[in-house]
Nanobody
Framework: QVQLEESGGGLVQAGGSLRLSCVAPGSIVRSHGMGWFRQAPGREREFVGA????????MYGDSVKGRFTISRDNANDTVYLQMNNLQIDDTATYYC??????????????????????WGRGTQVTISS
């Protein structure tokens, strides 16, 4: 079973920034569609953003559009989520995921969690006022 590993979470004040990292084994990052989701207590898991396997396309959830950016470093098997102007509503556990469908559809961005096959355990992000 492929295990992804997130890091970079923490406690920051509203308006601050964080960069989350997701490391995947082998060639997962360079060949799979990669995505970020988040889940706050008492809420369903929410799509944050995703990037296509070839890195050419990306998509973001409406609540983070213009503030969050996904990027990938294939040489280091890492995907990043840069989060700027963080708000209290961004408080959640953030999960990284990989979709094997990206090996076939390398330009497609996957926005639904059901399309992802591998997940990390999550990293906590807490925003204070």
């Amino acid at each position: 079973q492929v295990q992804l590993e997130e890091s970079g979470g923490g406690l920051v004040q509203a308006g601050g920034s964080l960069r989350l990292s997701c490391v995947a084994p082998g060639s997962i990052v360079r060949s799979h569609g990669m995505g970020w989701f988040r889940q706050a207590p008492g809420r369903e898991r929410e799509f944050v953003g995703a990037i296509s396997a070839n890195g050419a396309n990306s998509m973001y959830g409406d609540s983070v559009k213009g503030r969050f950016t996904i990027s990938r470093d294939n040489a280091n098997d890492t995907v990043y989520l840069q989060m700027n102007n963080l708000q209290i509503d961004d408080t959640a556990t953030y999960y990284c995921a990989a979709s094997t469908r990206g090996t076939t559809f390398e330009r497609t961005v996957f926005a639904y969690e059901a399309l992802y096959d591998y997940w990390g355990r999550g990293t906590q992000v807490t925003i204070s006022s």
